[in-house]
């Protein structure tokens, strides 16, 4: 009797509204990618979800003022709250490895920060340029802002960022990976107004909910 041939182990994931179907993330092609955390320090992409479970959110450029509204949505989550559940955050930015630090003071995070400068990461993950998918200022949960304030926000904060290199069009996303090579949770951003819901994923990861201006929840005490 012939021995049957071996089977290959495949791993997929369920993807979030923002990706397709048919792909697949491999976390062994990525983990070798190179960041730069806030003292300019570089680090494998693997060795920040190691040993432990971790959200990973990509951001647009922060000069761009749908990043800033997302981040004051962001700050409130704590450390604390994401410890109970054993759960670090990571926020990846599309920039130079000096913005970090300037990134992390005006937001006074306590999670950590790294950046991406030639945004091969963001590449490998398939992150797309800004698109026009029917996606409104009023379908995200976190974007405050009309048009004309946003602008003016982004002409204000590259003053600020003066990243004369930065690329406007790069769109972000979210990840939760760890700890080692497993992959919880997938999604792309399809344009500058589709960040993912932070309650969405606090939920994914078994953290509870917290109540944004847009996006309010009951909270039992």
């Keep these: 009797m012939a021995t049957p041939a071996p089977v290959k182990k495949v791993f997929k994931i369920r993807m979030s509204r923002g990706e397709t179907d048919d792909s697949d993330i491999d976390l062994e092609r990525v983990e070798d990618y190179v960041l730069f955390d806030e ?3 570089a680090i494998r992409f ?3 979800y190691k040993m432990k479970k971790t959200i990973f959110i990509f951001l647009r450029h922060p000069q761009c003022f749908t990043v800033k509204e997302y981040m004051d949505d962001l ?3 704590s450390t604390e709250m994401l410890e109970e559940v054993n759960v670090q955050l990571a926020i990846i930015l599309p920039s130079k490895s000096e913005t970090a630090f300037t990134f992390r003071t005006e937001f006074m995070l306590g ?10 990461l963001y590449k490998e993950l398939g992150f797309t340029l800004v698109t026009s998918t029917g996606e409104t200022l009023a379908s995200s949960k976190h974007v ?3 048009w ?3 602008v003016l926000q982004s002409t204000y904060r590259a003053m600020w960022y003066q990243d004369f290199s930065a690329d406007m069009y790069q ?3 979210c990840l939760v990976a760890g700890p080692g090579r497993l992959l919880h949770f997938f999604h792309r951003d399809k344009c500058l107004f589709d960040q993912v819901s932070i309650n969405k994923v606090l939920e994914f990861v078994g953290a509870g909910v917290i109540s944004f201006p847009k996006d309010a929840r009951v909270i039992t005490v």
Excluded: L, Q, T, W
């Excluded at 999670?111 to 091969?120: G, I, K, L, N, Q």
């Design 75 to 77: 700050c409130r989550v």
């Design 39 to 41: 003292r300019e320090n």
């Design 111 to 120: 999670h950590s920060v790294y950046c991406d400068p030639e945004m091969a």
């Design 171 to 173: 769109n972000g996303g």
């Design 144 to 146: 405050k802002s009309g």
């Design 148 to 150: 004309v304030s946003g």
């Design 46 to 48: 693997g060795e920040i």
